[in-house]
Nanobody, 124 residues
Framework: QVKLVESGGASVQAGGSLRLACQASGSPDARNCMAWFRQAPGKERDGVASISAAGTGTYYADSVKGRFTISRDNAKNAVYLQMNSLEPEDTAMYYC?????????????????WGQGTQVTVSS
């Protein structure tokens, strides 16, 4: 079983930065691909970024390219999301997710494990 715990969410002004962290436990083989998703009220859960097991392959949604950076520290069992130049449209609950497959995807339905989420609110 994999457990994921997110932290780092906060309320910030537009243009500000936040760093989200996801602390993982459980079998490393069950979390080869790690990802961040977000969900705003009344909207679907969308993929923000994902990262491969070795950290060499990353994916970003077009809306965050150039502003967000995903990284992982396998020695610490952690995944991070550095968010810069935040915009009000980034306001959402952010979730960490994991799947055993080494193939990363932006489809939420293909992830096996989820954290409880951390709230990010960006004001203009």
């Amino acid at each position: 079983q994999v457990k994921l715990v997110e932290s780092g969410g906060a309320s910030v002004q537009a243009g500000g930065s936040l760093r989200l962290a996801c602390q993982a436990s459980g079998s490393p083989d069950a979390r080869n691909c790690m990802a961040w998703f977000r969900q705003a009220p009344g909207k679907e859960r969308d993929g923000v970024a994902s990262i491969s097991a070795a950290g060499t392959g990353t994916y970003y949604a077009d809306s965050v390219k150039g502003r967000f950076t995903i990284s992982r520290d396998n020695a610490k069992n952690a995944v991070y999301l550095q968010m810069n130049s935040l915009e009000p449209e980034d306001t959402a609950m952010y979730y960490c997710a994991a799947r055993p497959s080494r193939f990363c995807t932006s489809s939420a339905g293909l992830y096996n494990y989820w954290g409880q989420g951390t709230q990010v609110t960006v004001s203009s």
